[in-house]
């Protein structure tokens, strides 16, 4: 009586070469010494990099930029301190850090988190003193 892969009751699993490959070998061996053999051709796409590339701190108000700047679609990750359009084009809405990902587009990969992006808040500021001011004087109030 032959050995009946049927009856096995364990197997595993080994995928040769280690990643990144394109081309993969996947044996699977059961407790009774089975094998099979299967090859899969798997494509790569190398991650987007999330740059700031505009100014980091910025003011509340203000804008930034990141790259990439076009074939995806970006996120803040606080959308209260900080909104992006799908151009790079980060917009600071209030005092924090921020953090973005891009996802291509294509691909439908997703890029790692950004770097933080600081907003910084902004001085309240007041006037005192004369709010009219004679020309080549002085206004003593």
């Known amino acids: ?5 049927s009856n096995s009751t364990a197997s595993s699993v080994t995928v040769f070469p280690l990643p ?3 081309s993969y070998f996947v044996t699977v061996t059961n407790n ?9 051709s798997v494509t790569v796409h190398p991650k987007i990099i999330p740059v700031i ?22 996120v803040s990750l606080n ?3 900080a909104s992006v359009s799908n151009s790079g084009v980060i917009t600071a809405l209030s005092q924090g850090t921020a953090r973005f990902i891009f996802t291509n587009s294509t691909t439908n ?23 009219v001011i004679c020309r080549w004087g002085s206004n003593t109030g």
Do not use: E, K, Y
């Open 79 to 81: 959308p209260t301190i």
């Open 20 to 22: 990144p490959s394109t």
């Open 32 to 40: 009774l010494g089975c094998q099979a053999v299967a090859n899969a």
């Open 53 to 74: 590339t505009g100014s980091n701190p910025v003011c509340v108000g203000l804008t930034s930029s990141l790259t990439p700047s076009s074939g995806g679609t970006w």
């Open 109 to 131: 990969c997703a890029s790692d988190t950004s770097s933080a992006l600081t907003v910084l808040g902004t001085t309240p500021t007041s006037f005192t003193g004369p709010s």
């Open 1 to 5: 009586m032959g050995i009946n892969a």
